[in-house]
């Protein structure tokens, strides 16, 4: 079972930056897509951030140029930078990975455990 490790969230004043990280625990085949999602309180699980592995990218409306995703396909690591936060922002982000773990394995799906995003005004 390949582990998302996250991290990065935190505490942050409107208009302030947060930079969210995450790695998967093992060395595999490829990753393919790496994307964020958001889950504010009371709200459904939202896409906010795409990459794939040409690192074309893909945003939900409220977050262009704002948000920035980035990955490293050699550490297998992506990132979400964060600016210009607002309190609507806040909510718990969770990275996902496609991942195929060896090259005669099917792709499969793994999540991370989540990291708290918290807005003040």
């Known amino acids: 079972q390949v582990q998302l490790v996250e991290s990065g969230g935190g505490l942050v004043q409107a208009g302030g930056s947060l930079r969210l990280s995450c790695t998967a625990s093992e060395s595999v085949f490829r990753v393919n897509t790496m994307a964020w999602f958001r889950r504010a309180p009371g709200k459904e699980r939202e896409l906010v951030a795409k990459i794939d592995t040409a690192s074309n990218t893909n945003y939900a409306d409220h977050v262009k140029d704002r948000f920035t995703i980035s990955r490293d396909n050699a550490k297998n690591t992506m990132w979400l930078q964060m600016n210009n936060l607002s309190p609507e922002d806040t909510a718990v982000y969770y990275c996902?990975?496609?991942?195929?773990?060896?090259?005669?394995?099917?792709?499969?799906?793994?999540w991370g455990q989540g990291t708290q995003v918290t807005v003040s005004v």
């Open positions: 996902n990975m496609n991942v195929k773990r060896e090259i005669d394995m099917p792709q499969q799906t793994f």
